[in-house]
């Protein structure tokens, strides 16, 4: 009797999973879709900002986990729509932001802005810097503030998550003396002995 139980057992669970492999053979389990197919829904409200300080900028996006990967400061003026996506807020790469942007005094990692403007998009995590225009303030001593080079192109950088970036522009009469002070502290942590002059030249730059 226990030889026959053993071997019905065994039939069933060869009949079972016969049954199994068919019906997944005839319903394949559905892959999840990807991120950019979500159907999210959004809310779109204007932000207007004049003369602001940057950082109370920076502050709103950090809240939707949207954060620069270098530090900034100066005074900024706004006019973004963004498109907050009501079933997802906690997504950052949901949200979309367009706009223009315009910083006076822009500080950007130690590195001087007189002033700074671009036409911005913020799509799928990645940001947009079109018709970017800035012009570089170099500082001679503790008295005299000259406006000296300009940087006129587009950028672009993966956010969310970090990714890729990319420069294409066109610079004049740019020192590069602050440039090469940011590359000499993050390799030798001092800027002794940094190289002065200047540039005028077609930059593409990706990383």
């Known amino acids: 009797m ?11 669970i060869t009949l079972a999973g016969r049954v199994c492999a068919q019906n997944v053979a005839e319903n394949p389990p559905v892959a999840n879709p990807p991120a950019a197919a979500k159907n999210y829904r959004y809310w779109t409200t204007d932000w207007s900002f004049q ?4 950082e109370k900028l920076l ?7 949207i954060e620069l990967p270098v530090s900034v400061a100066g005074r900024a003026s706004v006019e973004f729509k963004v498109s907050i996506p009501i079933n997802a807020i906690r997504t950052a790469q ?14 950007a990692d130690e590195i001087r802005f007189d002033r700074f403007r671009a036409d911005v998009a913020f799509d799928q995590g990645k940001l947009d810097f079109k018709r970017l225009l800035c012009v570089q303030r170099v500082q001679e001593d503790d008295s005299k503030v000259i406006e000296l080079g300009s940087f006129d192109g587009s950028a672009t950088a993966q956010l969310v ?3 890729d970036f990319a420069i294409n522009a066109t610079l004049k009469d740019f020192a590069i003396g602050p440039i090469a002070a940011f590359v000499s502290r993050l390799s030798t942590g001092t800027d002794d002995h940094v190289p002065r002059g200047e540039i005028a030249a077609k930059v593409s730059v990706s990383g």
Do not use: F, H, W
């Open 59 to 65: 502050g709103k996006l950090r809240r939707i986990g």
């Open 161 to 163: 998550p970090s990714g």
């Open 94 to 107: 949901a949200y979309r932001i367009e706009g223009t942007l315009s910083v006076r005094n822009l500080v």
């Open 51 to 54: 003369d602001i300080d940057l």
């Open 2 to 12: 226990m030889i026959q139980k053993c071997i019905l057992l065994v039939l069933a």
